[in-house]
C-alpha cells in the first residue's frame, strides 16, 4: 500500500463487528451498524502546536482504536475500504492488542 498521512492524521481498518446477536440471531447487512473500532494501518508525522512545536501522535501501526460513529473520510486503498480522521477524533486505544501491547 502506498499511502503515507499527512500531520495528525491517521489510516485506519475498521473491525467488523459479529454477524450474530447475543441471542445467536442473525443480523443482515442492512441492519448492522458501521462499527467504532478499527486498526491502525499508519501515522502522520504529527501536528504543530501555536508556536511551530513538534506535537508527535499518541497511536501508531498495529493499535487498536475506538473512535465516533460519523468520524473520519472514506477511501479505497487497493480495493479495500479505509478511513482516514485526525488523531483527535479517535476516543482511545483499546489496551492489550496489537503493536501497543506491553510486557507485563
Known sequence: ???????????VRRIEAEEK???GIIIPDTAKE??????????????RDE?????AP??????????GKWSGT?????GEDLLV???????????GTGAGQQAA
Open 1 to 11: 500500500m502506498g499511502f503515507r498521512p499527512l500531520h495528525d492524521r491517521v489510516l
Open 21 to 23: 446477536s447475543a441471542g
Open 34 to 47: 458501521k462499527p467504532q473500532q478499527g486498526e491502525v494501518l499508519a501515522v502522520g508525522p504529527g501536528a
Open 51 to 55: 508556536d511551530g512545536k513538534h506535537i
Open 58 to 67: 499518541d497511536v501508531k501501526p498495529g493499535d487498536t482504536i475506538v473512535f
Open 74 to 78: 472514506e477511501i479505497k486503498i487497493d
Open 85 to 95: 480522521m485526525k488523531e483527535s477524533d479517535i476516543f482511545g486505544v483499546v489496551e
